[in-house]
């Protein structure tokens, strides 16, 4: 438990030959979103997956590698394969990941690693779920469940949403972070969303909205909590030099990669309040060669508000203990240090599970492209993402690029 | 895993035991929570497996816990994961570290969820709970 920090040294890949600027996402695209009823999981993948071929104006038959997250309204083995056959492509290179919320930036690490080492030269990475319409509220919520442990974790009745609200409590006895904090979050996102077209949740709402509604886990209520979606988003990634030369649109470079799996059950997280994004983190910064402060949006993975306010901390954003007042000080804003999920992330935007993730990456392509209109940060250049699951267990972090950081 | 059919959604998951578990829950039936001692290196730990997670030893002895423990944290569950816990709630689930060191999850029992606190002093219960399965649960000490 103690050693991990040792073993995970991030410096000791010093000097070592890196993925760094060897792929770039050029193509960037989604289903519809938020309430989709009638389309099928692999309807949701298709309709994505085709815009983001279009976006980079790379021919379906040119896809020689497919990265899919597994879907829990469409439960096949072999997601990845079955998208594939249902889109018509024979990839040479696939498989379906599975580590939970952070599967989205795995993606993009794998992608970019397998272009570097010549497995595959235009991948197709595509995510896609339907726990909104596709599953009951009930099963969606089931599905969650029986992600925990059997034996150890399930027979106490702990919904996923109980093992983020245990570190969220943590956090505030260990650094008297407050539930209006938290509110803040939430009421920064659903101001972001209000901004982005096809948002689920436009309503604004205020803390005291949030504190007023309802419990669903201690210390969370029930704006504390992400939504549950219908949705897809596919990306293509192919090789900087063919980025460079006959694409479509404006390349986005992957700079930076890292992740880390402290624990499965929550009970041996080596801390409540300080997680693996220290460790993923560090890696991709590594990497890319740069600094958090240096960072011009993120995407950080928002299936809580003190989710937030916790990877904010573990990704060097603020000091560790300071992400409450960071918050409070509106600084994962327009105008503050590092706008954050200015789409509205998974707690205003959408969430339909392992996908949501993928949304972050979307906007954060879109900002380092400059096509986000009156979302757009100005002078956006080097962007990071990163995502997590499982109660902290697994964390996935990705630094990416415009030509300009190269 | 099976995914559990809407018709079975009221049913309380049952942990079933596995080769390295066996152990841990036949001493839960008998009144005792099972951890694994190595002797080689001195780590105690929960939960039950082939092999020390501090240095690998398989020699591994299991000595039962004295059941004295405190609140690492905890939350208390209000929205149910499912029917089968919503007759329940609200629930405190704890994150009780036990005083031989290893932490591990269970929830409250004879006491009022609402009262539970940070580092809060809990004993152990051995409740039975269905299908014969005995479930190691805490109270306020």
């Known amino acids: 438990m103690k050693d991990f920090m040792t073993r995970l040294d991030p410096t000791a890949a010093r000097g070592e030959p890196t993925i760094r600027g060897k792929a770039a996402i050029v193509g960037a695209g989604q289903s519809d979103v938020g309430r989709v009823p009638g389309k099928s999981v692999l309807a949701l993948a298709t309709q994505a997956a085709k815009a983001a071929l279009a976006?980079?104006?790379?021919?379906r038959s040119e896809i020689d590698g497919v990265l899919c997250s597994s879907a829990f309204?469409?439960?096949f083995h072999r997601f990845s394969i079955a998208f594939?056959?249902?889109m018509g492509i024979t990839p040479t290179f696939s498989n379906t990941l599975q580590v939970s919320g952070a599967t989205a930036a795995t993606m993009f690490n794998i992608a970019a690693a397998a272009i570097a080492g010549g497995l595959?030269?235009?991948?197709?990475i595509v995510g896609a779920d339907s726990l909104l319409t596709g599953l009951s509220p009930d099963l969606a919520l089931r599905a969650m469940t029986e992600s925990r442990d059997q034996q150890y974790e399930m027979p106490f009745g702990i919904p996923v949403a109980n093992t983020f609200a245990m570190t969220a409590h943590r956090h505030m006895k260990e650094f008297g972070t407050?539930?209006?904090q938290f509110a803040k979050v939430a009421v920064i996102h659903r101001e972001h969303a209000m901004r982005t077209p096809g948002a689920q949740m436009t309503a604004p709402i205020t803390v005291d909205d949030v504190m007023n509604s309802g419990w669903v886990t201690t210390p969370y209520h029930k704006l504390d909590c992400s939504l549950i979606s219908d949705g897809a988003a596919a990306f293509v990634v192919t090789s900087?030099?063919?980025a460079a030369s006959d694409v479509r649109s404006k390349p986005v470079y992957i700079l930076g990669a890292g992740e880390c799996y402290t624990h499965e059950h929550i009970f041996l997280m080596p801390?409540?309040?300080?997680?693996?994004a220290v460790q993923s983190g560090a890696m991709a910064y590594e990497m890319a060669g740069c600094r958090p402060a240096e960072i011009d949006v993120a995407g950080v993975y928002d299936c809580f508000t003190g989710t937030v306010i916790m990877m904010l901390e573990d990704l060097g954003f603020c000091l560790k203990g300071e992400g409450g007042c960071f918050v409070d000080d509106r600084q994962i804003t327009y105008g503050g240090s590092i706008p954050c999920n200015t789409h509205g992330g998974l707690l205003s935007y959408a969430h339909p599970g392992m996908p949501g993730s993928l949304f972050h990456f979307n906007e954060v392509v879109q900002q380092l492209r400059g096509d986000c209109g009156e979302r757009q940060v100005k002078g956006a250049e080097l962007g990071l993402v990163h995502s997590l699951g499982a109660g902290f267990a697994t964390q996935a972090t990705t630094i990416?690029?415009?030509?300009a950081t190269l | 895993m099976n995914r559990i059919e809407p018709k079975d959604a009221h049913i309380k998951p049952q942990p079933i035991p596995d080769a390295d578990t066996e152990a841990y829950w036949h001493g839960l039936r008998e009144g005792n929570l099972l951890l694994q001692h190595c002797p080689d290196c001195g780590h105690v730990q929960f939960y039950q497996q082939a092999i020390c997670r501090q240095c690998g030893s398989e020699n591994l002895e299991h000595r039962a816990a004295g059941g004295g423990g405190s609140v690492h944290s905890f939350s208390v569950v209000h929205r149910a994961p499912g029917p089968a816990f919503r007759q329940d709630t609200p629930y405190a689930v704890l994150l009780v570290e036990l005083d031989e060191g290893p932490r591990m999850i269970s929830s409250l029992v004879q006491g009022d969820a609402a009262t539970v606190t940070f580092d809060m002093r809990v004993q152990l219960v051995c409740e039975p709970a269905e299908g014969g399965v005995v479930l190691p649960r805490f109270r306020p000490a």
């Not at chain 1, 595959?120 to 197709?124: E, R, V």
């Not at chain 1, 801390?271 to 693996?276: F, I």
């Open chain 1, 120 to 124: 595959a030269k235009n991948i197709l």
């Open chain 1, 73 to 75: 309204a469409a439960p």
């Open chain 1, 400 to 403: 990416l690029g415009s030509g």
């Open chain 1, 240 to 242: 900087a030099e063919r």
């Open chain 1, 271 to 276: 801390s409540l309040t300080t997680t693996g």
């Open chain 1, 178 to 180: 407050t539930s209006e």
């Open chain 1, 84 to 86: 594939s056959e249902y």
């Open chain 1, 55 to 59: 976006d980079a104006g790379i021919e």
